[in-house]
Nanobody, 118 residues
């Protein structure tokens, strides 16, 4: 299974950006999708989660500005009212069931850089 992320870029504070991530491969199903982010020299931190039943939750710093949406083998992160503090490399992550294995495996997409200028 491979995860491929799209949509990073440079925006100004207050603008919006949407990140997307697509899973590809064979004989798999996505259990939980996550978005993480990491600033240089910092730890990777969770941004948002979308579980299989459709429940979503967000890190406190999101403050209602971001929306995670899953559909099929894709997930998106709509980010509104971006702040310079949101500048980071964003990673998609998925817990994936492979074949009949009852335990999900963890997969990461490559990072996509989001830069928010003030």
């Amino acid at each position: 299974v491979q995860l491929q992320a799209f949509g990073g870029g440079l925006v100004q504070a207050g603008e919006s950006l949407t990140l997307s991530c697509r899973a590809s491969g064979s004989d798999f199903s996505i259990n939980t999708w996550n978005w993480y982010r990491q600033v240089p020299g910092g730890q990777r931190e969770r941004v948002a989660t979308a579980t299989r039943p459709g429940t979503t939750n967000y890190a406190g710093f999101v403050k209602g500005r971001f929306t995670i949406t899953r559909g099929g083998n894709t997930v998106s992160l709509q980010m509104n009212n971006l702040e310079p503090e949101d500048t980071a490399v964003y990673y998609c992550h998925a817990d994936v069931f492979i074949g009949r294995d009852p335990y999900p495996a963890h997969y990461w997409g490559h990072g996509t850089l989001v830069t928010v200028s003030s």
